[in-house]
């Protein structure tokens, strides 16, 4: 592993520390929707999806609150956003960036 991967990495691992962001990211696997199957916001199905008012609902959080905690998620690239119907807000995970994870703490086998 090169110290940029190691870097990225240990950002990701930091922001899985907060309770309220692996409530997130939990909540969002039950909604989860391939991400590499979304390229644009036309691809979402809001029927599907939780927007941020409905997450914040969900988790019993103030959309605020919520906000900082997802900005950060993206920010470290474990979720992609869209912005649509009427500046409704959606993230999803971004399934690459969970399997890097995955991948990063298993041992190798050769």
């Not at 019993?60 to 905690?69: A, E, F, R």
């Not at 649509?84 to 994870?101: Q, R």
């Amino acid at each position: 592993m090169n110290i940029m991967n190691a870097d990225r990495l240990a950002r990701q691992f930091q922001a899985l520390g907060n309770p309220l962001r692996l409530r997130i990211i939990r909540e969002l696997a039950e909604h989860a929707m391939c991400s590499s199957t979304i390229r644009d916001a036309k691809d979402i199905n809001a029927a599907l999806m939780p927007n941020v008012a409905s997450l914040a609902d969900t988790l019993k959080v103030d959309q605020s609150t919520l906000s900082n905690h997802l900005r950060v998620l993206y920010d470290v690239g474990l979720l992609r956003h869209w912005r649509i119907a009427h500046g409704s807000s959606y993230y999803i995970l971004d399934n690459d960036a969970l399997g890097a994870i995955s991948k990063s703490i298993t041992p190798n086998n050769g």
